[in-house]
């Protein structure tokens, strides 16, 4: 089963982590990331930019709302991630544990779903057309 | 130090909403850290006391003294330096009660007081994993015992795990166990990689049983098909572990490629009630894009390493024709005659020649393919086997040929020993009229 490792940090651990050393975390998150291809569990994941960068579509006026980063409120930002396949829950939670994250971060571990969660829709017209995506690479 | 060690039990724990469960949720969790840990944990202390089945032992043993406290104390930060150490101090009581005070224990002992005990972090290097692969698969033990102990100490999967995948008691698998180690010990087979002389065949050996694992997974004739993709996909992880370890082998990535590929169409080759889909008929919108990358790169690293194709990497190779082929009439079957007439000339195989007869009444026409047929079976090879039938069947049905065809097909179900594929090809054989 998949699971979806989403790394959350505060912006004050964030600001916090550009005095250390960038080689330092480099060196760190490498060695995390090797000992999981070597344990052949890896198989995916990326990195985001700065949230400066980004930008957010808000729902919650009638008309969808862009707002520049980083985002105001939000506590907690999504800087990136890594998909694991792992052989259960507790194992995926295992590997979420070895992360070289400091205070201020989380991983918010997610399981991603495959077909079977949506079995009872199996005849739904874009369910269906979602495997086709998947087929011809539309989706990654 | 157990921070976060206490934080992730007790996440697991109020998972656990009702109670009497938090034992079966340490039991997840120490299998968890087994899955993970189990062949740095074993190569390190077969290392130290230079004996793979004692080494095994004492680590289950460390096992059970984990499930006996991290229900109190908690899962520690470092849970493999943690076995690691307990097993160590077994390894150092063991050698008191044998009154073997030697130079092993002394640095043992020495190791042990320098790194203040639990704070060992382990350390088995990749070089000390990979003798563990090697010692799993050691030609002195039989196939299904080779199987077992690799599945157990290299992938960590639990003896009760090992027996859901394969079907068979619980028992059996400790058996095997048992007399597997007890073979190593008896030909005192030493904690270390093959000398240049055997590795290639010893790596051979390591590379057919993780592919044999793979196919009892991906061909199997029993059982539910759920659990069998699963034990597929256990040795598509080890075959990633085994890749990892030896990076300079073009084949351990080609086996890699080849499993991602036929893994890839684990969702399209069986039908909701479980019958078979064959290659031509199966719905490529439900082949697995991301996994056919994964193969395409892991195909590549094999051939980026300059050696030329082994039998793996042409299997891969022709694998990766039909994971990359939009339909069957677009399939580039010229490329996989090639390929399959490579793989005859490394490992002269009648099925290979069978495959490749088929292909050439892609490429070519059935007739060719038919003449291809026909010398194996005048060679009289693969007699008595159902495939040489229904490849024969199929050809002169397309060569309008429906009476001998008919007659083929009725002798290739007879001869079927699989009771789903002997439906396929009496439905055939019928379907001729």
Not at chain 1, 30 to 41: D, F, L, P, Q, R
Request: hydrophobic residues 45%.
């Amino acid at each position: 089963m998949k699971y979806m490792l989403i790394m959350r940090s505060t912006a004050e651990a964030i600001e916090a982590s550009k005095t250390t050393d960038f080689e330092e975390i480099i060196n760190a998150m490498g060695a995390y990331n090797e000992s999981m291809i070597k344990a052949g569990v890896l198989i995916g994941g990326d990195g985001l930019t700065d949230a400066a960068e980004g930008f957010v579509v808000d729902f919650s006026s009638e008309t969808p709302v862009i707002t520049d980063g980083p985002y105001g409120e939000v506590h907690e930002l999504f800087n990136g991630f890594w998909i694991v396949d792992v052989s259960s829950r507790e194992e995926a939670a295992q590997w979420a544990s070895r992360a070289p994250l400091g205070p201020g971060s989380k991983l918010e571990v997610r399981r991603i779903t495959d077909e079977s969660d949506f079995a009872d829709f199996a005849d739904n017209e874009y369910i269906q057309k979602e495997k086709e995506w998947r087929g011809e690479g539309a989706l990654g | 130090m157990a921070r976060r060690g206490r934080a992730g039990l007790s996440a697991m724990n109020a998972d656990a909403a009702t109670p009497g469960v938090d034992g079966a949720g340490i039991r997840r969790t120490v299998d968890a850290v087994w899955r993970i840990e189990s062949a740095r944990i074993v190569a390190t202390l077969a290392k130290v006391t230079g004996d793979f089945a004692w080494a095994e032992d004492l680590a289950q043993e460390a096992v059970v003294d984990a499930l006996a406290q991290w229900p109190s104390t908690g899962v520690p930060q470092n849970p493999g330096a943690w076995l690691t150490a307990v097993a160590k101090r077994k390894a150092i009581d063991g050698w008191r009660r044998r009154e073997r005070l030697d130079d092993r224990y002394r640095a043992l002992a020495h190791g042990l007081d320098e790194h203040g005990g639990a704070a060992d972090s382990g350390e088995a290097i990749d070089d000390d994993v990979l003798r563990l692969v090697f010692t799993a698969c050691h030609p002195v033990l039989g196939r299904e015992a080779q199987v077992a102990l690799t599945l157990r100490v290299v992938g960590g999967l639990s003896t009760e795990e090992i027996a859901r995948l394969f079907l068979v008691p619980v028992a059996t698998v400790q058996q095997r166990i048992v007399r597997a180690k007890k073979t190593l010990a008896a030909a005192k087979t030493p904690f270390e990689t093959p000398g240049p002389s055997e590795w290639s065949a010893r790596l051979g050996s390591v590379l057919g049983v993780v592919y044999l694992i793979f196919t009892e997974g991906y061909s199997a004739t029993s059982g539910d098909r759920w659990m069998r993709a699963e034990l597929a996909l256990e040795a598509l992880r080890l075959g990633r572990v085994v890749a990892g370890l030896v990076p300079r082998e073009a084949e351990a990535h080609a086996l890699v490629a080849l499993m991602e590929f036929q893994a890839s169409r684990f969702g399209a080759r069986t039908r909701s009630d479980g019958s078979p889909v064959l290659l031509a008929d199966q719905d490529r919108s439900r082949w697995d894009r991301a996994q056919i990358g994964r193969g395409v790169a892991a195909l590549a690293r094999a051939d980026e390493l300059g050696r030329g194709r082994g039998p793996y990497a042409l299997q891969a190779a022709i694998a990766e024709c039909h994971a990359v082929a939009p339909s069957v009439d677009e399939t580039d079957w010229e490329r996989i005659v090639l390929l399959y007439e490579a793989l005859g000339r490394l490992a002269p195989n009648p099925v290979v020649d069978l495959n490749r007869a088929v292909a050439v009444s892609m490429a070519v026409g059935p007739a060719s393919g038919l003449r291809i047929v026909d010398e194996i079976a005048a060679s009289g090879a693969l007699r008595g086997s159902h495939l040489l039938p229904s490849v024969r069947g199929e050809l002169l049905a397309r060569l309008g040929r429906l009476a001998e065809a008919r007659s083929e097909l009725t002798t290739a179900a007879g001869l079927a020993a699989n009771a789903r594929e002997r439906q396929v090809l009496r439905d055939k054989a019928a379907a001729l009229g």
